[in-house]
């Protein structure tokens, strides 16, 4: 059974850089057939997708994040990482990484989520 | 910018059979666009119900189902219970742009 797990701080100051990395295990990483995703829920909002990263590190992302976002990857963790720069409160969210099936595009596993709050 | 329209809030009965629709701001949605659908019950990550218009992923009840209604993508419930009491979202794969669009969700009561 595959299980994503998030990690990382919770609470991070306006401007600084918000950083969360997901550790897949029951599977691995470096599969051809997944992209590997972030996305985020804030408080009392909907599901907005982040951006994936695939094994090999090219990576897609959200074009109104896409200046400030950087997926990574780390195949020797079975990781992949999520940064996020400048955050301002309107960052503050539940973060969920998730795998994508390549086709047919669908989410199957997605990670307990993890709530960032951006506050001084 | 394509927006993903989902129905706010549904009710049903107990026992009772209610869809909810996944539609398009401009155009009609279609199989092309793999729909898929998630519940989320308060605190919970999103759970995966059915993607590619109508397969159901594993585990999920056959009272479950999803299907293109005229040009919407639609999930049934068909004997709803307490527990189905959730926000369901809806997923359309736009292949560029915004690969993943989710709709607002609908929050569904049961009563």
């Known amino acids: 059974q595959v299980q994503l797990q998030e990690s990382g701080p919770g609470l991070v100051k306006p401007s600084q850089t918000l950083s969360l990395t997901c550790t897949v295990s029951?599977?691995?990483?470096?599969?051809?057939?997944?992209?590997w995703s972030w996305i985020r829920q804030p408080p009392g909002k909907g599901l907005e997708w982040i951006g994936y990263?695939?094994?090999?590190?090219?990576?897609y992302y959200n074009p109104s994040l896409k200046s400030r976002v950087t997926i990574s990857v780390d195949t020797s963790k079975n990781q992949f990482s999520l940064k996020l720069s400048s955050v301002t409160a309107a960052d503050t969210a539940v973060y969920y990484c998730?795998?994508?099936?390549?086709?047919?595009?669908?989410?199957?596993?997605w990670g307990q989520g993890t709530l960032v709050t951006v506050s001084s | 910018q394509t927006v993903v329209t989902q129905e706010p809030s549904f009710s049903v009965s107990p026992g009772g059979t209610v869809t909810l629709t996944c539609g398009l701001s401009?155009?009609?949605?279609?199989?092309?666009?793999?729909p898929s659908w998630y519940q989320q019950t308060p605190g919970q990550a999103p759970r995966t119900l059915i993607y590619s218009t109508n397969t159901r992923s594993s585990g999920v009840p056959d009272r479950f189902s999803g299907s293109i209604l005229g040009n919407k993508a639609a999930l049934t419930i068909t004997g709803a219970q307490a527990d189905d009491e959730s926000d369901y979202y809806c997923?359309?794969?736009?292949?560029?742009?915004?690969?993943?669009?989710f709709g607002g969700g609908t929050k569904l009561t049961v009563l």
């Open positions: 997923v359309l794969y736009m292949g560029s742009g915004i690969p993943w669009v």
């Open positions: 990263i695939y094994y090999s590190g090219s990576t």
């Open positions: 998730a795998r994508v099936d390549v086709v047919p595009y669908y989410f199957d596993y």
């Open positions: 401009s155009g009609s949605v279609s199989t092309s666009y793999y």
């Open positions: 029951g599977g691995s990483i470096s599969s051809g057939d997944y992209y």
